[in-house]
């Protein structure tokens, strides 16, 4: 039987393609159009895996799918990077002077922004998703509207590219992570990364010190963010991923942090993918 993968977004998706590059076995889509809905696919039983868009290398970290991880306790299992290409497509037949609107994801909206600046006439409008925006402008064939999506995108729904790799910058990459229900036993010489989130007493030097527990143990910070916790003011939580070369630096660190911070927790241990 075929592994059931929930991704954000339709066949010709980004999060598609992550599913065909990083699963080598076959699998079945369950399309969700929000991240909330990906999550109660994963809770509910209806995909045993899921792809979510976790932070970009322009608009950077997509915070509010820390919290939908955290909070429904899901598991980081393993991670993609996808260099991003967006394009800007419409039905064919149609120039750049035609579009009066351009729909697609907020993130990607984002980044192509330097582009979408030059046509100020050209109204921007959010959307749930890249590729389904660009079905749904087939499928009811609207002229002057234009969607950002990938080239996939475009084979698959007919549509011309009128403005290809219209992203910012050139190099755009997007991480994504694979998250479960249930944890996913992954031996200890594979991981080399880990996304932790703690609480700190609010005082002067307690995060210095934690940073410095992580350097001593030899952990490398890719990426530290803060998020407030909306039922006690003034009062942040802390989502940090590391990598690292053995994992008993790690396990070191680990159970030093469990003691200093107020509250601590593992939201995945996994393998470094990032070349």
């Not at 979408?116 to 002057?144: F, H, P, S």
Request: glycine share 4%; charged share 25%.
């Amino acid at each position: 039987m075929n592994t059931i993968i929930g991704i954000q977004g339709i066949t010709g998706s980004f999060h598609h393609q992550v599913a065909q590059e990083y699963f080598n076995h076959e699998f079945v889509l369950d399309e969700c159009l929000s991240f909330e809905e990906l999550v109660d696919s994963l809770l509910a039983g209806k995909s045993e895996q899921a792809i979510m868009a976790i932070e970009n290398s322009i608009a950077g970290p997509i915070i509010p799918n820390y919290a939908l991880i955290d909070k429904n306790n899901l598991h980081i299992i393993g991670e993609h990077y996808l260099n991003i290409h967006q394009n800007l497509m419409a039905l064919k037949g149609q120039k750049i002077e035609d579009i009066l609107e351009v729909h697609s994801h907020p993130m990607a909206l984002l980044q192509c922004m330097d582009f979408l600046k030059k046509y100020t006439n050209i109204k921007l409008v959010e959307d749930k998703d890249t590729a389904e925006t660009a079905r749904r402008i087939q499928e009811k064939q609207l002229k002057g509207i234009a969607a950002i999506a990938s080239k996939t995108a475009s084979e698959m729904y007919d549509l011309e590219i009128i403005a290809p790799e219209i992203q910012t910058i050139k190099n755009n990459m997007t991480r994504f992570v694979i998250i479960k229900k249930e944890n996913s036993f992954v031996p200890e010489s594979e991981i080399n990364r880990a996304s932790i989130k703690f609480e700190l007493d609010h005082k002067r030097g307690s995060l210095a010190a934690v940073l410095n527990v992580m350097s001593d143990c030899k952990l490398n910070l890719t990426k530290i963010q803060s998020l407030p916790k909306i039922e006690m003011p003034w009062k942040y939580s802390f989502f940090v991923d590391v990598t690292f070369e053995k994992y008993e630096d790690y396990a070191k660190a680990k159970s030093l942090l469990n003691i200093m911070a107020e509250y601590f927790k593992v939201l995945g241990e996994y393998k470094n993918t990032k070349i």
